[in-house]
Structure formats: C-alpha cells, structure tokens
Nanobody, 123 residues
C-alpha cells in the first residue's frame, strides 16, 4: 500500500515562495507519475501539475505555469512543488497524488493521495 505525506505548507505573504514536499512509501515510487492538486474552501479539487516517472516531463495548469515547478528525487522517494510569486488566489490545501497512467491531469486518474498541507497566502 502506498502512503503519501505532504509537508512544507504554511503562511506566506503575496510574492513569497514555499516549497512543498511529498514523501512516498513503497518500492515502486519511481514508476509513478506524481501530481499535485489543490482545493480552496468551497471549491473543487484542481489539478496543479505533474511529473513523469523519470522526471523528464512536467506539465502544469495555466494558472501556475511559470511560477510553480515540480521536481522529484527517486532516490529519496520524494516529489517537490516549488511555488514562487505566490498570490492570495493560491491559498488552498495542497495534495500530492500518485498515478500509474502516463500524463494524467484529473483526480480520477490518481490512485493514492496524501492528507494535504495548508498553504495560505496573505495580501
């Protein structure tokens, strides 16, 4: 069974940066596409971006493109979300997720989820 644990959330001022981490248990981490989602209060869970199993391919939602970067360290079973130029609209609970599918971008294509970490961006 795969377990995912996010960390690194917190309170930051607009324009600031945060780096989220997601530690994944299990020996098959390097075979997963890893994604990040976020959910603001009263809204649906939205796709943020994802990274291929080897890290050679990343893709992002338009709302974060150019500001957020996803990377992974397969030796550490960890995926990262570097968030720069944060805006109040980025405030949400951020989730990492694992998928066996190439290039997934919807929640239904991910089979395992973390518990989420809160990111709050003040204006």
């Amino acid at each position: 069974q795969v377990q995912l644990v996010e960390s690194g959330g917190g309170l930051v001022q607009a324009g600031g940066s945060l780096r989220l981490s997601c530690a994944v248990s299990g020996r098959t981490f390097s075979s997963y596409t890893m994604g990040w989602f976020r959910q603001a209060p009263g809204k649906e869970r939205d796709f943020v971006g994802a990274i291929s199993w080897g890290g050679g391919s990343t893709y992002y939602a338009d709302s974060v493109k150019g500001r957020f970067t996803i990377s992974r360290d397969n030796a550490k079973n960890t995926v990262y979300l570097q968030m720069n130029s944060l805006k109040p609209d980025d405030t949400a609970v951020y989730y990492c997720a694992a998928s066996n599918i190439i290039s997934p971008s919807v929640a239904e294509r991910f089979h395992s989820w973390g518990q989420g970490t809160q990111v709050t961006v003040s204006s």
